[in-house]
């Protein structure tokens, strides 16, 4: 079975960084692609980017410059650098490992098999 497992979540001031990690476990064929998603206080889940294992990425505009998705060499660990952080970019971030990923319009999304970790909070002050 597949386990994400999010870390790096914290508080911070406003044009600050972060580094949040998701380590997950279990991955089969059906887990081709990672991605980090977001959700704030009263507001719908929204894509924040995605990374396949072969190295793609993609990105909502809202963070477009400012986050960059990596992984690990060994592809089970992904991370997400986010620099120059906005209030409005306070919310629960959760890692997926899914089936695909793409964008579209200006935010991302996971399809097929979808896997969710626990979610880490990250807080921007400003």
């Known amino acids: 079975q597949v386990q994400l497992v999010e870390s790096g979540g914290g508080s911070v001031q406003s044009g600050g960084s972060l580094r949040l990690s998701c380590v997950g476990s279990?991955?089969?064929?059906?887990?081709?692609?990672m991605g980090w998603f977001r959700q704030a206080p009263g507001k719908e889940r929204e894509g924040v980017g995605y990374i396949y294992r072969k190295g793609t990425t993609g990105y909502a505009d809202s963070v477009k410059g400012r986050f960059t998705i990596s992984q690990g060499n060994a592809k089970d660990t992904v991370y997400l650098q986010m620099n120059s952080l906005k209030p409005e970019d306070t919310a629960m971030y959760y890692c997926a490992a899914s089936t695909a990923c793409y964008s579209s319009g200006n935010s991302t999304y996971a399809a097929g098999r979808i896997y969710w970790g626990q979610g880490t909070q990250v807080t921007v002050s400003s």
């Open positions: 279990g991955f089969t064929s059906s887990t081709a692609c």
